[in-house]
């Protein structure tokens, strides 16, 4: 069972956005079995659309188009629909009125004539009523290969998706199971776990494929399969990852699947009833961002400051302005200080602070750009580490955020 | 002159990592006049690779191919570029140096027997050099089509990129010149908008491409022409542009191609010497992270505070609790007393404070789900508005982040 995943408009082709879409529906159309074959972006433009309309029924028993169904002048792919279907556009009474709804319940104006285009759709479609926009899900079959056509806006996709398509799609097509699981871990590179595991991987059976992804400072490792069982699936790859996890116990961070570093934090946390701030200056709200933009942060996360100018540290976090003279702002000592008062002004148990220069330019210290200091304030008393993480601010700040949640895991990972 | 961009390996296509590597490629092409007729994403597979640039040899010029380029088993890239080129794998002593280099500069231990068969390349292709990664890219031409093979890391890719290909593209082909121009707008739709400039649109001349790209209450408006003469294409767009931004005057925030919202807000603050703070309840951060992610944030941006537990408004911000109890604490007057003693906390001219329920739990209030205030505190008091964003966590936090921004700049516009 394989599927093509059809993106229209040159919004992608010109790098204006980035396809977030393919990627949400490529993880679950996995997670009923689906194995997507190719991803292919295109402009809207009839003949490139009937040419990999074409291509993709070669390969595929489903292709989901996503893209191209907005009510101005660029879209020209319902008219493309018709043409590869051999089908006409007729007015669809029930979008009609799902377009008046939206607007008296969503809008100041009245729908204007264009909005009632989008009740326009190929007589042949079943059509996938869309609650959150006025562009409807298209659901359509040629020579036994399925086409969907679905808006582009993430959020309308996402619910067409999870409320018409998938249910559709498990019903219509006879389904494998497939199961990947990702080790998360840290410290070490690709060739050098390659060579420490390659035995090991060496015997791994036919039907488990294994794929290294490395990142910044971090490397997942994938295990994945195929079949029709889908427990001895589980199981296989359970007792193999259980194996590969012992080989990398002193690297390995956790499972991907069940939780980010973020997550395994979260959980710990959580579990153990203790409490987490941050003042995090160089890092400036990338650590607080990636920690709220979770549910249930409130359960462990009190709050957290970025005292940007070196001032703040002293007036709101209390660090005293001879450490930060005698030392600089960017050093172990001024981290440490942060550290220890962030947990005092919150009340929490643990805490993170960072300090460093983000660049491009190396601001009034004496420190390179790249020169980062973390802190981490624990019930016990405060550790820290002084890095160089390049020069460019964005490695910078990433390298920085997730070093700190590395150290912190190490922390409240101890009893 | 068209490209093609094809990305090699499993973790797009099953939805584990997010492709951004081909929108930062395709911008990048555009400038010097490359248009991107297709992105297409495939495993890595030998007969999918070979059929791919056969598919692509057909309609483009220029074929950049990123990742399957690992020291681990899970790539095949190199050995099928071979097959396509009828060529063989010799091993190239400046990537062997190269390897050495850099483990002897970033690594603690020695390079293993992996990473020298990142030296082993066709022996046909001229081979650009890696300077922050070990695997060197490769430019290959066949039947006057350019293949180019670049790692998948995208720091390692953007390096290549832009010191290799490029300028090898711009020597090597001759390419008219693209122009773009995006206006941002915010509170209209897409249809309003059309609406309101059809005919404008109706006479552009038939050289101009004007799309519209809706997304969480904001339209931009793109303009786009190709052409030989650079200065001509400019006046063009330019002065359409002129007549359009009139059109839109009471929308429109300002280009896309200049600025992002937090760029202009950034430009003034800087502009007029004045300063900004952050009170971010709901928002958790993502406010703070979008403005320091910006180089130069520290002009104008002193320093921002996340009070994520309620009884932290009270003890660090000063928000009497007397207040909180009268009012709740999603409410209008938390909202403006958060941002007035931000202010005053980090004594700056202005703040922004946001509280709300981004759910997907109500907590202990008894406000609805995706009910958010947001409070702007200047020099000549306080402003703020009540909004219902719906009861998705993360367009919660995304819609109150757009909010925040807009009615900050409406209020630094002011004289």
């Known amino acids: ?36 074959y190719q991803i292919t972006s295109i402009q809207d433009d009839r003949d490139h659309i009937l040419q990999s309309f074409n291509d993709a029924k070669k390969h595929v028993d489903l292709v989901i188009v996503t893209g191209g169904l907005g009510p101005t002048k660029d879209d020209v792919t319902k008219q493309t629909f018709c043409d590869f279907f051999e089908d006409t556009l007729v007015e669809d009474m029930n979008v009609v009125e799902n377009v008046k709804q939206l607007f008296k319940k969503y809008q100041l104006n009245k729908p204007l004539p264009a909005n009632f285009q989008q009740a326009m759709v190929p007589s042949k479609a079943t059509i996938l009523a869309n609650l959150h926009g006025t562009a409807p899900g298209m659901w359509m079959e040629k020579d036994n290969v399925v086409f969907v056509s679905l808006p582009g806006v993430p959020y309308e996709m996402k619910h067409l998706l999870q409320e018409e398509v998938l249910p559709r799609v498990v019903k219509r097509f006879n389904r494998p199971f497939i199961y990947h699981k990702t080790l998360l871990t840290y410290g070490l590179g690709e060739s050098a776990i390659a060579e420490r595991i390659a035995n090991w991987e060496n015997n791994l059976p036919e039907s488990i494929k294994l794929a290294y992804l490395p990142s910044l400072g971090r490397v997942r490792l994938r295990l994945s399969s195929t079949g029709k069982n889908e427990k001895l699936l589980q199981e296989s790859i359970d007792s193999q990852m259980d194996v590969l996890r012992g080989m990398l116990s ?57 005292p940007y100018k070196t001032e703040l540290k002293t007036k709101i976090l209390g660090v005293p302005s001879s450490l930060i003279k005698k030392h600089s702002v960017v050093s172990i000592e001024v981290a440490e200080s942060m550290a220890i008062n962030c947990c005092k002004l919150f009340d929490t148990d643990f805490s993170i602070a960072t300090t460093g220069i983000a660049g491009p330019t190396k601001g009034d210290g004496k420190d390179e750009v790249g020169t980062v200091c973390i802190a981490i304030g624990t019930p016990h008393g405060v550790i820290s580490e002084k890095f160089s993480f390049g020069n460019d601010r964005f490695r910078v700040i990433e390298k920085s955020t997730n070093k700190a949640f590395e150290m912190l895991l190490k922390e409240i990972s101890k009893n």
Chains 1, 2 share one sequence.
Do not use: P
Not at 9 to 23: F, M, P, R, V, Y
Not at 253 to 267: K, L, N, P, Q
């Open 1 to 36: 069972m394989l599927a093509e995943i059809i993106t229209i408009g040159d919004e992608i082709l010109i790098g204006q956005i980035i396809d977030t879409n393919s990627a949400y529906i490529s993880k679950e159309l996995n997670k009923i079995g689906v194995k997507v």
């Open 250 to 306: 002193d690297i390995a961070v956790g499972f991907e699947d069940e939780t980010s570093i973020v997550g395994r934090i979260a959980h710990i946390l959580t579990q153990k009833d203790q409490t987490l701030s941050l003042a995090e200056s160089c890092t400036g709200g990338s650590i607080v961002e990636q920690i709220t933009i979770e549910a249930g942060a409130s359960s462990f996360f009190l709050g957290s400051i970025v």
